[in-house]
């Protein structure tokens, strides 16, 4: 175990050579290990040993069918544009997993985007052709939303955590909900949900939405989180980083009449946008963003992360 997550850590450092040197020492002192022999393959993918990442990902699935390994094995065949096969294992990872699982509109939009490559579809392109001006990578799309009244008020009757104590880059005394806040069945938080993806299908031009993460934060003073983005390890298979989006939905900008009234930062190109109440920004999630405030009330945003084809 202890070679197996050194060679995770090593890999997330983008040293492939020792990253795959510790993970087959992990599975040579325990052979069956179908965690290590998944890692294996995705570190040998990312070498460019196509062929070699395969076998180790078969060997994964012939010891322990998990998700991870039926993905990882569908990544492989994907490269090699065999989109039949790829296909059938990503829907055997999809029978795996739990339909409130976080990875399920990852799943969907690779199966997704198979389906339309089948079609000869680009769909590397596909939003740009649909908006020609929204540049993902280096763009953001502002619109407006309507805030409802009892919106807020409903999201102080759900569960939340303190954002110190989360396991992201989130700081202060805030607190935020999980990334499930779709999921509530309030009639509130479902004409959210439906009114967000509508709109982003329109000014984005897209056909699908499949939202991988939905939450809200609550800002006091001092609460903020450093430069990051919304992109994950995963994303780096069947196109995927150019399809993934995120969200910010303003419900409450709190106290904007100080030194640090919570601007939304946006790097490479550098942008800072103030936010007014029922403002949306939608980047791509590639960029890297951050906010800092130090107001004297409380501030409030919806976040979203999506999939769009």
Known sequence: MAHSNLGIILKDLGKLQDAELSTRKAIELKPDFAEAHSNLGIILKD????????????????IAPLWEAYFNYASCLYEKKEFDFSLESLYK???????????LATLQVSIASIVSDKKELNMLNQP?????????KVD????????????????YTIKTNQLNNTRDSRYGSGVCSDFTL?????????KLSIDIEELCKKELGLKQIFVCASFFNIFVSGSGQPPHNHIKNRDRNFNLVSKKYSLVYYLDVGDQNCDVPGILKLHDPEEEILPTKGMIIIIGAERFHSVSYQGNTRRVMVGVNFYGV
């Not at 990872?93 to 990875?103: E, F, G, Y």
């Not at 409802?148 to 409903?154: F, G, T, V």
């Not at 779709?182 to 479902?190: L, N």
Request: aromatic share 4%.
């Open 182 to 190: 779709f999921d509530d069945s309030s009639k509130i938080i479902t």
């Open 47 to 62: 070498l460019g040993k196509l062929q070699d990442a395969e076998l180790s990902t078969q060997k994964a699935i012939s």
């Open 140 to 155: 953001r799309l502002i619109i407006k939303r309507e805030v409802e009244d009892n919106l807020i008020s409903h999201l």
């Open 128 to 136: 740009q052709c649909s908006n020609n001006i929204f540049d993902k």
């Open 93 to 103: 990872a999809k029978a795996l997993i739990d339909k409130k699982n976080s990875v």
